[in-house]
């Protein structure tokens, strides 16, 4: 038996806005990473606020960019 939630509704044209606009706003973070004109903590706090603002659809499955994270004393 098929016990998972099968509801769906679609995106509304804001939620599809706003993931238009956190993707922009990541890759313009991953390119002033990329040319190093953001260290990676400052790129891993600037993505978190990203994802807060923009609230993009899928941001549970989103890859998780702790990698670029400093470690904790």
Known sequence: ???QNTDFSP?????MLNDIRYSKAQ????LML?????PP???QALTDI???AF???????LPNTGCYKQPSE
């Open 55 to 61: 609230n993009p659809l899928y941001r549970e499955i």
């Open 27 to 30: 890759q313009i973070a991953e």
């Open 11 to 15: 995106a509304t044209a804001d939620e």
């Open 1 to 3: 038996m098929n016990t």
């Open 34 to 38: 990329s040319r190093g004109l953001l």
């Open 50 to 52: 990203n994802r807060e």
């Open 41 to 43: 903590a400052e790129f």
